[in-house]
């Protein structure tokens, strides 16, 4: 039988004893959705009898902060169009939690713990050390500018971390790559002149992405108006505002939590060189 979907699912099963000892609830959003996050460059499969596939189930399981909920995990299917390739595959799967009262540190520390269990569940010997290295510092060092200075230059800060950044982090293990600019925050906290979100990475390859909750529906609502505009403005489909999560959001307090592709993970314990090995 084939070694990635074993491993597959010895990874699966050792991600849930890992929350599950750690005292989360497991839960289980709707896949279809009435309005995604209106992120651009982000785009949902529209369903035929209404609504959308997620690309994630954050503004759900907020929706359970919210509610009460203080430690909550889930596994589960997420979509993206227009995403196919070696390390994309349209759909996904994902997992997420969440910890109310916790910021982005907090979650890095749950992410080093989990680094090593999905290591020792794959039968690999303890990794090493994660390194933490700041976006700012990542961009003068190798992509030769500071993001923070002068006008914001959205293009020029995703062509290079795709180009110079992520490349750069292949020789480098496990990376924390955090601090990002605010400009960069979606649905982060922002904290002085940084958001505060973090990704990890390894051997270049991003397996999460990690914020400081924002639960302040003003200026979220705020943001995805921006974020609808950019979407308009490059042609892509409008979603609808979830006003049922904004009309929750201020209750949570404070939160953070990570999505972490469950797929590339398993690349990653396997060696596996493209994505379509690891899933059925």
């Given at each position: 039988?084939?070694?990635?979907?074993?491993?597959?699912?010895?990874?699966?099963?050792?991600?849930?004893?890992?929350?599950?000892?750690?005292?989360?609830?497991?839960?289980?959003?709707?896949?279809?959705?009435?309005?995604?996050?209106?992120?651009?460059?982000?785009?949902?499969?529209?369903?035929?009898?209404?609504?959308?596939?997620?690309?994630?189930?954050?503004?759900?399981?907020?929706?359970?902060?919210?509610?009460?909920?203080?430690?909550?995990?889930?596994?589960?299917?997420?979509?993206?169009?227009?995403?196919?390739?070696?390390?994309?595959?349209?759909?996904?799967?994902?997992?997420?939690?969440?910890?109310?009262?916790?910021?982005?540190?907090e979650i890095a520390s749950d992410m080093r713990e989990l680094w090593s269990a999905a290591h020792a569940a794959a039968g690999l010997p303890p990794p090493?050390?994660?390194?933490t290295l700041r976006v700012r510092e990542a961009y003068i060092r190798f992509a030769g500018w500071d993001p923070w200075q002068g006008a914001w230059d959205?293009?020029?800060?995703?062509?290079?971390?795709?180009?110079?950044?992520?490349?750069?982090?292949?020789?480098?293990?496990?990376?924390?790559?955090?601090?990002?600019?605010?400009?960069?925050?979606?649905?982060?906290?922002?904290?002085?002149?940084?958001?505060?979100?973090?990704?990890?990475?390894?051997?270049?390859?991003?397996?999460?992405?990690?914020?400081?909750?924002?639960?302040?529906?003003?200026?979220?609502?705020?943001?995805?108006?921006?974020?609808?505009?950019?979407?308009?403005?490059?042609?892509?489909?409008?979603?609808?505002?979830?006003?049922?999560?904004?009309?929750?959001?201020?209750?949570?307090?404070?939160?953070?939590?990570?999505?972490?592709?469950?797929?590339?993970?398993?690349?990653?314990?396997?060696?596996?060189?493209?994505?379509?090995?690891?899933?059925?």
């Amino acid at each position: 039988m084939d070694t990635c979907i074993l491993q597959r699912a010895k990874t699966i099963r050792a991600l849930r004893n890992f929350f599950e000892e750690r005292g989360f609830v497991e839960i289980d959003t709707s896949v279809r959705i009435a309005a995604p996050a209106p992120e651009p460059h982000i785009d949902c499969p529209r369903v035929a009898t209404g609504g959308f596939l997620r690309a994630s189930p954050e503004l759900q399981m907020k929706k359970l902060l919210a509610a009460g909920f203080d430690k909550i995990h889930q596994i589960g299917p997420c979509f993206r169009d227009g995403e196919s390739g070696r390390r994309h595959n349209p759909e996904f799967t994902m997992l997420e939690w969440y910890r109310r009262g916790a910021t982005y540190r907090e979650i890095a520390s749950d992410m080093r713990e989990l680094w090593s269990a999905a290591h020792a569940a794959a039968g690999l010997p303890p990794p090493a050390p994660c390194t933490t290295l700041r976006v700012r510092e990542a961009y003068i060092r190798f992509a030769g500018w500071d993001p923070w200075q002068g006008a914001w230059d959205g293009d020029r800060f995703d062509f290079d971390m795709a180009v110079k950044i992520e490349p750069a982090l292949a020789s480098m293990g496990a990376v924390f790559l955090t601090d990002y600019p605010p400009q960069c925050a979606s649905l982060a906290k922002i904290s002085g002149d940084i958001a505060e979100r973090w990704e990890f990475y390894a051997g270049g390859l991003e397996l999460a992405n990690c914020f400081s909750e924002l639960c302040d529906s003003r200026e979220q609502r705020e943001r995805f108006l921006r974020a609808r505009e950019e979407r308009r403005a490059l042609g892509e489909e409008d979603y609808p505002l979830d006003d049922e999560f904004l009309g929750v959001l201020d209750g949570i307090g404070a939160a953070a939590g990570a999505a972490l592709g469950v797929d590339r993970l398993v690349m990653h314990l396997t060696a596996a060189p493209s994505i379509s090995l690891v899933r059925c």
